[in-house]
């Protein structure tokens, strides 16, 4: 299937020390921007840990990903600068795949995967193939398979408790992957857990 989005953005924000609860209510009051922009379809605030902080976003195309790079979330970032130890990290993804569906959800899963060169096709259609799986997953609320810049590629998915996730993880897709893509491998796998803060998810 075609997926609803094809454009993608993950950014990483470290917190300044003391900082923490001022960033989180930054990112949490930055729902109300992102309900603005029509082409941001998909949004989520995420904390990591106790400093370190997230947002994932996808978009309909490159117009989309543009207006929200040019919009209120990055200003207010900017202008708030103080809250953070460091400028943020944006990464530019390419969304192969995607589940979309309305719902509560407060967990977030990133799974990032250095990949040889050699084999980034395979790992993309391993990727694109897992829309099926998910789609059978109902606490699996929202699933994006991406591809970084660097030519990492990946999953990012939210669910509506720990639970949810748990029975993700437990799953055919890692199954699949721990059975035939570790000769795909450049490096090791990096998982991250996350709150989601806050959130926007349009299905129409």
Do not use: C
């Amino acid at each position: 299937m075609t997926p609803t989005t094809t454009r993608g953005l993950f950014a990483t924000l470290e917190a300044a020390p003391g900082k923490e609860d001022e960033l989180e209510q930054l990112l949490v009051a930055a729902q109300s921007i992102v309900e603005a922009e029509p082409k941001t379809t998909s949004w989520f605030a995420l904390r990591f840990g106790r400093g370190e902080y997230g947002i994932f976003d996808a978009f309909p195309d490159d117009a989309g990903r543009d207006a929200h790079l040019n919009g209120g979330v990055v200003a207010a970032l900017q202008d708030h600068a103080e809250l953070l130890d460091d400028e943020p990290h944006i990464e530019k993804v390419d969304v192969l795949a995607d589940k979309i569906t309305s719902g509560e959800v407060t967990k977030g899963l990133l799974l990032r995967l250095p990949i040889k060169e050699s084999h980034r096709d395979d790992a993309a259609e391993f990727l694109r193939n897992g829309e099926s799986v998910v789609a059978e997953e109902p606490a699996t609320t929202n699933w994006f398979a991406i591809r970084f810049e660097d030519g990492d590629h990946g999953v990012f998915d939210v669910f509506p408790n720990p639970k949810g996730r748990r029975a993700h993880l437990m799953g055919k897709i890692p199954q699949q992957l721990a059975a035939h893509g570790l000769p795909w491998l450049a490096g090791l796998p990096h998982m991250s857990f996350a709150d989601v803060l806050a959130d926007k998810i349009s299905t129409s």
